[in-house]
């Protein structure tokens, strides 16, 4: 039996999701939010040059 305690697939209690700062960007924290992650902490943002990267740190819920 899986411990409900633990993401699912596999997936780390702690994540970092980085990328352009762009929809699919935005799809994929809404994905994190929806399996049961939680933000953790402020988004960050910078600038390479040619395309802002972002990144938003998420943690599992029950792990809180």
């Given at each position: 039996m899986k411990n409900s305690k633990q993401p699912p697939n596999g997936l780390p209690i702690y994540r970092l999701i980085t990328g352009p700062d762009d929809a699919t960007f935005c799809?994929?924290?809404?994905?994190?939010?929806?399996?049961?992650?939680?933000?953790?902490?402020?988004?960050?943002?910078?600038?390479?040059?040619?395309?802002?990267?972002?990144?938003?740190?998420?943690?599992?819920s029950e792990a809180t």
């Open positions: 799809f994929r924290v809404s994905e994190a939010l929806a399996q049961g992650y939680t933000l953790y902490g402020s988004p960050s943002a910078t600038f390479n040059g040619q395309t802002v990267i972002v990144c938003q740190a998420v943690v599992w």
